[in-house]
């Protein structure tokens, strides 16, 4: 089966990667980092969102959607389990913030490892029944499990139910940078630290065992179990890697918010960030990161069109999905698992 | 805690069995495509949600009936009531075999991943409630009432209502026609043939792409058919009920053993009663709660639910 590429970006990126040597490849990164960075002052022209305060934009959804499917990329591009109840651990991390924010007096760096472990701790406890069986199994699972976050998260008192937790504290300042409501740039560049860490790590694991175990499973589970791959084991950790990154975003979205509400962690998020994924090319990051930008960003810029935008986004996956089944910015070639080519199936 | 449990056990029961034969239809929708595919139909609960509208509009806009009108009697209540039946089943049908063209056919004949097709199939089912959402305002929408819930009789202190009767007695018809047709006809024959070995199947000349639809098609009607009577017994329905029916219907699926008819049959009924002495016991709230703890515990100890086959394998 050919895949088409009309506009083949990836290769003409790897191209000039592979070409540069080690001190090109670091000033690239930096420029690179560097110019993502300046995007917050870059709100007075053609980037600027009509309604929603253009670095308030760029935080949530852009950058935590950015991290977030990231996240989600390692369960469902490396490893090739579909989880539809992403936003659970996006909600413990942020209930997490929001109950000992505003309980104890600890601020959002300490409280962030608690985050994410409670989200961890949260992904073994499901990932342990679940992650044995397959597929469409588990899709419904987490699917599942995803709304039940969110109903107990409604229907409890300690959560305060539907009228959501107010006032969760501000991060304190780190050297002479302030967090501030109104300014969000601080909160970007944060965000954008995350991400570069989460990058790494990434990319770090996929070139190690665990990397190639994901891939060995993603291919063909079976066969990676017959290599004496203990798949149970690593699908675990990539369900666990996946969300402590939604844990670590949810505690950074409560403490820009400073107000959360059982409605903000809907189905609709999963699916958003799964779009994202699978937009921008399952298993690419550069892929994973152009999918969540366009996402996070496209609704905001064009608001005309938000009341349709969730049936938008459903035909828009159908469609990508029919003639571009791997993305946009799909993986290498050598990294796609090989298709099983039933008789016409 | 107990108390209302014990007080109302009859009535909780057979409010159940209703409940459950709902269940019933609906995991058909799931267990046929199944059996097929080997795949969830991921849009069904939105097919079972464009039935109930369809429902919505023979009661409304076809019969004229509104909130304050008399509930129909005699002859008439039959005709309105089985034309309701066949439009929602037809509406259901209709968007089923949509479904499997816009979101399966492509991919599956180029033999694309798992994921692609299934993220397609999320894909139509969001395009589903949307426009659906869009329609109706986001409101839900009430169903004008066309059958008067009179009391039948009362056993065990339990009231059997007329709507709670009807539902039981048509619902069984409806899966027991269905199962005949699958183990009689020669269509059913066909659509075995696929689920048992596929490439057998079309080597013996089994017509794959029609096989498939009708499977769809088949699923469709049966989801419709219960979208009919979620509309004769809650009155009401809205754009986004197919969630939580679905995830229901499809651990009523998932507990019969997937891919299983008869599994769908007693996995619905079961889920049913379960969900009805549940919301007693614990405040209807927990309900979606229950249901997913059932799901998981089902996917731990018995992952090949009451009649199934393994899960865990998968065909090569």
Redesign the interface.
């Known amino acids: 089966m050919k895949i088409r590429n009309y506009w083949n970006l990836r290769d003409f990126g790897a191209k000039i990667w592979e070409k540069s040597n080690r001190i090109q490849r670091v000033a690239i990164s930096l420029i690179a980092i560097f110019l993502a960075g300046l995007l917050p002052f870059a709100g007075n022209g053609i980037l600027a969102t009509p309604i929603s305060a253009y670095d308030a934009v760029l935080v949530y959804p852009v950058a935590i959607f950015v991290l977030m499917a990231l996240g989600l990329n390692i369960v469902v591009g490396k490893s090739g389990m579909l989880d539809l109840g992403y936003v659970a651990f996006f909600a413990i991390g942020a209930y997490t913030m929001a109950l000992m924010g505003t309980l104890t007096s600890l601020n959002t760096w300490q409280i962030m490892p608690f985050g994410i472990a409670f989200a961890m701790i949260a992904g073994v406890l499901l990932g342990l029944p679940t992650l044995r069986v397959r597929g469409d199994y588990l899709a419904i699972v987490t699917l599942g499990f995803g709304e039940i976050v969110r109903l107990v998260a409604l229907n409890s008192s300690w959560t305060k139910g539907p009228n959501g937790i107010a006032n969760i504290p501000m991060p304190p300042n780190v050297g002479p940078l302030e967090f501030d409501l109104f300014n969000q740039k601080v909160f970007f560049w944060v965000t954008m630290i995350m991400i570069l860490l989460t990058i790494w790590m990434i990319r770090r694991l996929s070139v190690r065992r665990p990397g190639r175990a994901w891939e060995a499973i993603r291919q063909d589970e079976d066969a990676a179990e017959l290599m004496g791959i203990p798949t149970l084991k690593y699908k675990i950790w990539s369900f666990t890697l996946g969300a402590a990154i939604g844990g670590a975003a949810g505690v950074l979205y409560a403490s820009k918010n400073l107000f959360i509400a059982p409605e903000m962690f809907t189905l609709n998020v999963s699916i958003l960030i799964l779009a994202c994924v699978v937009l921008g090319g399952i298993g690419n990051i550069w892929g994973v990161v152009v999918g969540a930008t366009i996402i996070g960003y496209l609704p905001e810029r064009i608001r005309f069109i938000s009341d349709a935008r969730l049936l938008v986004f459903g035909i828009v996956l159908v469609i990508v999905m029919n003639f571009r089944p791997d993305g946009l910015l799909p993986r290498k070639k050598r990294e796609k698992a090989i298709v099983k080519k039933g008789v016409n199936k | 805690m107990f108390a209302v449990l014990i007080d109302q056990f009859w009535s909780l029961t057979i409010a159940g069995i209703a409940l459950g034969f709902i269940y019933v239809l609906v995991s058909l929708g799931y267990t046929m495509v199944y059996g097929v595919l080997r ?2 139909n ?1 849009a069904n609960s939105e097919i079972f949600m464009w039935g109930t509208f369809g429902a919505v509009v023979t009661n409304r806009d076809l019969f004229n009936y509104t909130q304050t009108s008399e509930p129909a009697t005699g002859f008439r209540l039959l005709v309105v009531l089985l034309t309701g039946l066949l439009f929602s089943m037809f509406v259901a049908a209709l968007t089923a075999v949509f479904v499997e063209f ?2 399966y056919r ?15 199939a ?10 659906m959402r ?1 329609l109706t305002d986001s409101r839900p929408v009430g169903s004008p009432r066309v059958l008067e819930k009179i009391i039948l009789t009362e056993v065990w202190g339990a009231n059997i209502r007329l709507d709670t009767i009807i539902t039981i007695i048509a619902a069984a018809v409806i899966y027991f026609i269905l199962e005949r047709f699958i183990k009689l006809s020669r269509m059913g024959k066909a659509i075995r043939a696929v689920s048992q070995n ?2 057998a199947a ?1 080597l013996m000349g089994v017509n ?1 792409n029609r096989v498939i639809t009708v499977t769809f098609l088949i699923g469709g009607l049966a989801t419709g058919a219960a979208a009919f009577f979620y509309v004769t017994v809650f009155e009401y329905t809205k754009f986004n009920i197919g ?1 939580t029916m679905g ?1 229901a219907a ?1 651990t009523a699926a ?1 507990l019969g053993g997937i891919g299983n008819i008869r599994g769908a049959f007693w996995g619905g009924l079961s889920l049913g009663l379960l969900e009805v002495y549940a919301s007693a016991v614990l405040g209807t ?2 309900k ?2 229950t ?2 703890v059932v ?2 515990l089902v ?2 100890f018995k ?1 090949n639910g009451l009649f199934g086959e393994a ?2 394998q ?1 065909r ?1």
């Open positions: 795949m969830i991921f816009v979101a492509r991919l599956r004949m180029r033999g694309t991943n798992r994921l692609a097709t299934l993220i397609s999320i894909g139509i089912s969001i395009a589903l409630a949307e426009v869009l596929e490439d079309k794959l969630f995830l499809f998932v709230q927990w979606a709660v249901v997913f799901l998981v996917l731990l992952p899960v865990q998968t090569a």
